[in-house]
């Protein structure tokens, strides 16, 4: 999808992008071979030929801070096919729902394996840059508002610059509602029994008895649910694109890929 992209040029908006893919316009190849396009000058498709080369040059190198600032936040989505060879999954864990509210858990999976940090152990800025370093893509669930910010405000510049898949937006466009766990169910992913009906709040009960009595099933526990969320996403990120993809792009054009 990033390559069929238009809205990252200057003055093209969803309508405008809409309206190239119906007149056969789905690619930045196509557009750069066509000499004219309607409705656009000829200095202007200049300047936009220009901005598309650079969008291949920095495509190909990898460097996807460009994109997370050429393409809106709700279409980051987009990127997750080219970009997503780097993938971080990140779910955190807190003592409660405030952006000040203590982290005591951090989860990020590269889909095959997970790095934990818990707080008091290796829970740090150094650990967090270093793990996040290679990213070229984040994906969390209500991320936007929740993890991230809470991530930045403890731990500034852990974040890297780079697109970010906010799952619960992305789902909430195809109709799937609620919370992880529950849409995980809507669409039959599974959770090992143990962790498989937890709750925020029961997170936070755990922390409390690894924190305050020493309790190490607790800790186990509580990272085992923490891991889980992280490794669901994989999958739920891949169907959003799938399904975004056929819904923004096939409506419009009758490709389904």
Not at 59 to 78: C, N, P, Q, T, Y
Not at 105 to 114: A, E, F, L, Q
Not at 133 to 151: E, K, Q, R, W
Not at 189 to 214: F, I, N, P, Q
């Amino acid at each position: 999808m990033i390559r069929n992209t238009f809205t990252l040029l200057q003055g093209i908006g969803p309508t405008r992008e809409s309206s190239l893919w119906r007149s056969g316009i789905q690619s930045w190849d196509e557009f750069l071979d066509e000499p004219r396009v309607k409705g656009i000058s000829a200095e202007r498709k200049e300047r936009m030929d220009s901005e598309l080369i650079l969008a291949h040059e920095q495509l190909k190198e990898g460097s996807s801070s460009f994109f997370a600032d050429r393409i809106r936040r709700r279409e980051h989505w987009r990127c997750f096919r080219e970009l997503g060879s780097s993938v971080a999954y990140v779910d955190i864990e807190t003592t409660g729902l405030s952006r000040y509210a203590p982290v005591t858990i951090v989860g990020i999976s590269d889909g095959k394996r997970t790095h934990t940090l818990v707080k008091g152990k290796n829970l740090n800025l150094m650990n967090l840059r270093s793990i996040l370093s290679s990213a070229t893509m984040l994906v969390t669930f209500n991320g936007s508002s929740f993890d991230l910010p809470i991530i930045e405000h403890s731990f500034p510049g852990a974040i890297p610059h780079v697109p970010h898949l906010d799952l619960r937006n992305a789902l909430r466009r195809l109709g799937y509602v609620g919370g992880l766990k529950n849409i995980e169910r809507e669409l039959g992913l599974e959770r090992d029994r143990r962790v498989e009906y937890m709750t925020g709040s029961d997170a936070v009960y755990l922390w409390k008895l690894w924190e305050r009595h020493g309790n190490a099933n607790a800790l186990d526990l509580l990272v085992e649910y923490n891991a889980c969320d992280c490794v669901n996403m994989k999958p739920l990120a891949e169907l959003a694109y799938r399904d975004l993809t056929r819904m923004v792009f096939g409506s419009v054009t009758g490709c389904k890929d």
